[in-house]
């Protein structure tokens, strides 16, 4: 069986070496090394690469993909050289231009579908009792897919109602405040899935008891998806990482309608999703009719007058 770890260690090690910071890449390829060991895979193909690179849970306009890419790439040569059935991931083969396009957004009456349906067709007693949860948690808190998979138990913060984000994709740590009614909703699962996994620290589990892949679990949501008949039509199909986008949608449009400054809460929103970057948060501003319209409402008339000579 192929240490992934140990060769995710060593090519680093290689890398700084030869004076490389490397430190972005560290980051970005522990996602892609977790998946392949996850799916116990023998050889980085060019198909597993592609499928990681291009994950639907980027910001919108960010970078992710060409850092991805550039990522897996040095991995993969390094990887071909000690042995050729690694694959190399060819320069052009993925277009790394992402448009800043209009998300999908979910409605209530959608979330809670997609849970019912979670929670009687997928296969198996722990995933019927997972996936409600995943879908739940992702709705509630706009966190990351691979924020979401990569919690521990220890994260959960049932006295002060809060969650610890930890290793974000951008290496920083962060604790969320969550509703009493989603604690609640945690606590119960860990005691259901308590008696049916092996010892580990991961807050939700797959059908086997272990942490959750995210290409397992973006395949049976998709499923879950088409089941529901949601998104059909549409000219953005709903993922996963649409939770993310409903949410800071919802939260904007519910300060709007209470008439709190929109604007001046925007850097709270960035600071509980994680941003990096405030461009991020603000782009949910034109993804919201409503709130665009609302701007433009404030923003005075434009009069052109002409110089007195």
């Known amino acids: 069986m192929t240490d992934w770890k140990q060769h995710h260690h060593d090519y680093l090690a290689l890398r700084r070496g030869l004076g490389h910071g490397l430190a972005d890449a560290a980051r970005v390829l522990k996602f892609l090394v977790d998946e392949l060991v996850t799916e116990e895979a023998e050889f980085l193909t060019v198909e597993r690469m592609t499928a990681w690179v291009t994950a639907p849970d980027a910001e919108p306009g960010s970078t992710v993909w060409q850092r991805r890419a550039t990522a897996a790439r040095g991995f993969a040569r390094y990887l071909s050289g000690l042995e050729p059935r690694h694959e190399l991931l060819p320069q052009g083969l993925i277009t790394l231009h992402q448009s800043w396009r209009v998300p999908f957004i979910y409605s209530p009456a959608q979330v809670s579908a997609l849970m019912r349906d979670a929670g009687v067709n997928v296969r198996g007693a722990i995933p019927q009792a997972t996936y409600p949860t995943l879908i739940g948690l992702l709705s509630c808190t706009g966190m990351r897919i691979g924020e979401a998979i990569s919690l521990d138990k220890g994260d959960l913060d ?17 604790q969320i405040p969550i509703d009493p009614a989603t604690v609640a909703a945690l606590t119960a699962y860990l005691a259901q899935t308590a008696n049916r996994s092996p010892a580990t620290e991961a807050l939700l589990v797959s059908g086997t008891g272990r942490r959750l892949c995210y290409k397992s679990v973006n395949e049976t949501f998709r499923h879950i998806v088409d089941r529901c008949g949601i998104g059909e039509g549409s ?19 519910r300060w709007h309608r209470q008439g709190r400054d929109v604007g001046a809460l925007l850097p709270v929103l960035a600071t509980y999703l994680g941003h990096v970057e405030p461009r991020y948060t603000y782009w949910y501003l034109s993804a919201t009719p409503e709130l665009m319209a609302a701007a433009a409402a404030k923003v005075p008339p434009v009069t052109i007058r002409r110089e007195q000579r």
């Open 235 to 253: 000219a953005r199909r709903p993922t996963l990482h649409s939770f993310r986008h409903s949410f800071a949608v919802t939260t904007l449009t």
């Open 158 to 174: 049932c006295g002060d109602n809060t969650l610890m984000i930890r290793n974000t994709k951008f290496g920083k740590t962060r």
